[in-house]
């Protein structure tokens, strides 16, 4: 009976030491850019074409979509831990570097699913001139400052050096594995 209360002791100690479950963080707080508040961002996103700037979705993405909405925010100077268009089996269209990818739009901000639905008096649903809605000031919407910016710039490119470096590295390798193979092929007389 005592070494049952001790194994159970013992399993609701490891228990309590584990981190568990830890859902994503929302998608407006995975993005950066040095100055931008996070209202900034979360119309960013929308003007970009994401559902919401949670990053939760009612309908069923394409990798198509996600990828447009990902370069767009990138294409407007912000940057995020990680790339979509990395690790995909088969890329879509929107991941070659020479797609077209949409620019941000206010128009589709102001009539996306969000803002529409469920964020009409929100900040980041307001039109042009009439976003100075009184609210509540949070340190979460001040401007990140110019350490926590260029620190976490400084950690991005060093993901994406690695990255590229990997993908360098399997380019080379597969080349190597072609070239091997073209040697030793079986030549076909004609």
């Given at each position: 009976m005592d070494r049952l209360i001790i194994f159970i002791l013992i399993i609701f100690s490891f228990l309590g030491c584990t981190r568990g479950f830890k859902p994503p963080p929302?998608?407006?707080?995975?993005?950066?850019?040095?100055?931008a508040t996070k209202l900034e961002i979360k119309r960013a996103l929308l003007e970009c074409g994401w559902y919401s700037p949670s990053g939760t979705n009612p309908y069923e993405s394409t990798n198509q979509e996600i990828?447009?909405?990902?370069?767009?925010?990138?294409?407007?100077?912000?940057?995020?831990?990680?790339?979509?268009c990395e690790g995909l089996h088969n890329p879509p269209p929107a991941c070659q570097p020479d797609a077209i990818i949409p620019?941000?739009?206010v128009?589709?901000?102001?009539?996306?699913?969000?803002?529409?639905?469920?964020?009409?008096n929100t900040p980041e649903c307001q039109p042009p001139g009439q976003e100075s809605i009184p609210q509540k000031s949070s340190p979460a919407d001040k401007p990140i400052s110019g350490f926590e910016a260029d620190d976490y710039f400084e950690q991005n490119r060093f993901r994406?050096?690695?990255?590229?470096l990997q993908m360098d590295m399997q380019?080379?390798?597969?080349?190597?594995?072609?070239?091997?193979?073209?040697?030793?092929a079986p030549k076909l007389k004609h």
């Open positions: 929302p998608e407006h707080e995975t993005w950066r850019k040095h100055g990828a447009q909405w990902d370069r767009c925010m990138k294409n407007s100077g912000f940057v995020n831990s990680s790339y979509f620019t941000r739009s128009e589709r901000r102001l009539n996306s699913y969000y803002c529409t639905n469920y964020g009409k994406e050096q690695t990255n590229q380019n080379n390798s597969n080349r190597q594995m072609e070239k091997m193979l073209k040697d030793t």
